[in-house]
């Protein structure tokens, strides 16, 4: 699986839109991008998904550029209580998870 | 999305016992499951992928006789770890995913503290 690279820590203040980057350069082409957060003491909660086009769910956006080397999730009105740890991981056939450190993100209020 | 649970969700054992950690798909059934471990202040990393009816696949330096890991049915897999010592004292967590789907859930994990 790809390897990704997240900064390590964002702030974002409560009602403004909160967004991720996450750089994904050796991204294959059968290889989907995936978010998914963890909060303090918990699992990990999926978010979103996508291979080339942008997605949106209830929970968020997926902003994936041309070339795939990148991706921005948006959350649109971030809460308290969206402060968590955000990954970003390209996931192949393998299935297997591969997580690295994240973004902490911290909304203020 | 599909609901994954575990338990216990906390445990605290002696030294030189053995605890067993179910994980639980709720509403869909899961061929693979994957259990991992993350340590404080640190990512999660893969201990094993969990097959139903198959011998479990471990990660390179995945002790797989103290880590038993069982997948017996399409909805349950169990992981052992035998003759727990202070430093297994982690954050354990399974996910799975649906037949067909990528998609993986993850349960709410299951923190041990063994003294």
């Known amino acids: 699986d790809a390897k990704t690279t997240q900064p390590p820590s964002m702030d974002c203040a409560e009602g403004r839109a909160a967004n991720l980057p996450c750089n994904h350069s050796?991204?294959?082409?059968?290889?989907?991008v995936y978010w998914y957060r963890q909060i303090h003491s918990q699992g990990p909660q999926y978010i979103i998904h996508?291979?080339?086009n942008n997605e949106t769910n209830e929970m968020a956006s997926l902003i994936i550029t041309e070339d795939r080397k990148s991706s921005t999730l948006i959350l649109p009105h971030a809460t308290l209580r969206d402060t968590a740890v955000y990954y970003c991981?390209?996931?192949?056939?393998?299935?297997?998870?591969?997580f690295g450190s994240g973004t902490q993100l911290t909304v203020l209020p | 999305g599909a609901v994954v649970s575990q338990h216990p969700s906390w445990v605290i054992c002696k030294s030189g016992t053995s605890v067993k950690i179910e994980c639980r798909s709720l509403?869909?059934?899961?061929?693979?499951m994957f259990w991992y471990r993350q340590f404080p202040k640190q990512s999660l990393m893969l201990m094993a992928t969990?097959?139903?009816?198959?011998?479990?696949?471990?990660e390179q330096g995945v002790e797989k006789d103290k880590f038993l890991i069982n997948h017996a049915s399409l909805t349950l897999s169990t992981l052992t770890v035998t003759s727990a010592h202070p430093e297994d004292s982690s954050f354990y967590i399974c996910?799975?995913?649906?037949?067909?789907?990528?998609?993986?859930?993850f349960g709410p994990g299951t923190r041990l503290l063994v003294l």
């Open positions: 996910s799975a995913h649906d037949r067909g789907e990528e998609t993986q859930y």
């Open positions: 050796t991204i294959s082409g059968n290889e989907y």
């Open positions: 996508g291979l080339k």
């Open positions: 991981i390209a996931i192949g056939s393998a299935r297997q998870l591969t």
């Open positions: 509403d869909f059934q899961a061929t693979t």
């Open positions: 969990s097959n139903e009816g198959s011998k479990a696949t471990y």
